[in-house]
């Protein structure tokens, strides 16, 4: 039996910056602001795009309004 749904690697909520310090066998999901273990269903689980990355980064730190020349 195969199953269809995407591994935690591909999940909106993980961070994957260097300095958090997690290995390859555990990642650190910023929902659950704890580290855990790569796992194929999570109740929180969001689809990471690059619409939804950068909604997140958005929420997280605001929008800019570019200033204009002239």
């Not at 300095?19 to 790569?38: A, D, Q, S």
């Not at 619409?51 to 020349?69: A, L, Q, V, W």
């Amino acid at each position: 039996m195969t199953n269809n749904k995407a591994l935690c690697f591909s999940c909106l909520y993980r961070d994957t910056r260097p300095e958090t310090g997690t290995g390859f066998e555990l990642i650190y999901c910023t929902k659950k602001e704890m580290v855990v273990r790569p796992k194929i269903a999570c109740p929180i689980y969001g689809k990471e795009t690059e619409r939804s990355k950068e909604e997140m980064r958005n929420s997280m730190y605001g929008t800019f309004d570019e200033e204009e020349d002239g």
